[in-house]
C-alpha cells in the first residue's frame, strides 16, 4: 500500500464527516425555520379573522349608535392600518415586527372603545347578531393569543440551533437570519383599572 493512501484515506473520511455535520446543521435549520414560519403564517391567519369581522361589527354597532361616529371611524381607520401592514417572518426586523405589532395594538384599542360605546346601548348589547358577533371575536382573540404562542414555541429551537456554538458561526456563514418573539405590549404589565 502506497504511504501516502491512508492519510488521503483519512482526510476524505474528515471532509466527509465535515460535510455531513454541516448538511446536517444547515438542513436543520431549515426545518426549524419552516415551522416557525408555517406558524406565522398560522397569527396572520387569526389576525386575518379578525379584520374580517370587524366590518359586520363596525355595522352592527352603527344601527344602534349612529351618533358615535368617531369611534366608528376609528375602527374602520384601525383596520385598514392592520391590514396593509404584512411582514415575511424569514426576512423580519426587529422594526417590521414592531410596526405590525403596533398596527395590531391600533385594532384592540379601537376594539375597546368600540365595546366601551356598546356598552351605552343595552338594546346593542341584547341583539343576537351582535352577541355572536362578539363571540366570534372572543373566539379569534383566544386563537390569535393561542398562534402567537405556538409561533414563540417553534421560533425558540430555531434561535437555541442558531445561536449555540458552533452553530452560531455556521449561521453566520450561512447568512441564517433569527427570527423575532412575539412580547407583550408596552404598558400590559400594568393592571386595568376597574371604576364601578
Known amino acids: 500500500m502506497k504511504k501516502w493512501l491512508v492519510p488521503l484515506i483519512v482526510i476524505v473520511g474528515i471532509a466527509l464527516l465535515l460535510f455531513g455535520w ?12 419552516n415551522a416557525a414560519t408555517k406558524q406565522w403564517a398560522n397569527v396572520e391567519s387569526a389576525y386575518q379573522r379578525r379584520a374580517d369581522l370587524i366590518p359586520n361589527l363596525v355595522e352592527t354597532v352603527k344601527g344602534y349608535a349612529a351618533h358615535e361616529k368617531e369611534t366608528l371611524d376609528a375602527v374602520i381607520s384601525a383596520r385598514a ?23 395590531q395594538s391600533g385594532i384592540s384599542g379601537a376594539l375597546g372603545r368600540l365595546m366601551a360605546v356598546a356598552e351605552a346601548y343595552p338594546n346593542l348589547k341584547a341583539d343576537v347578531h351582535f352577541k355572536e358577533l362578539m363571540s366570534q371575536l372572543e373566539g379569534t382573540e383566544n386563537r390569535i393569543n393561542v398562534e402567537r404562542s405556538r409561533y414563540n414555541a417553534d421560533v425558540e429551537p430555531y434561535l437555541n440551533h442558531l445561536q449555540k456554538f458552533p452553530g452560531n458561526i455556521l449561521a453566520g456563514i450561512f447568512n441564517l437570519k433569527p427570527l423575532e418573539f412575539f412580547k407583550a405590549e408596552a404598558g400590559a404589565e400594568k393592571a386595568p383599572k376597574v371604576q364601578f
Open 22 to 33: 454541516v448538511q446536517g446543521f444547515y438542513n436543520n435549520a431549515i426545518t426549524l425555520r
Open 81 to 103: 392600518e392592520a391590514t396593509k401592514v404584512s411582514i415575511d417572518p424569514t426576512n423580519i426586523t426587529p422594526e417590521k415586527f414592531a410596526e405590525f405589532q403596533k398596527a
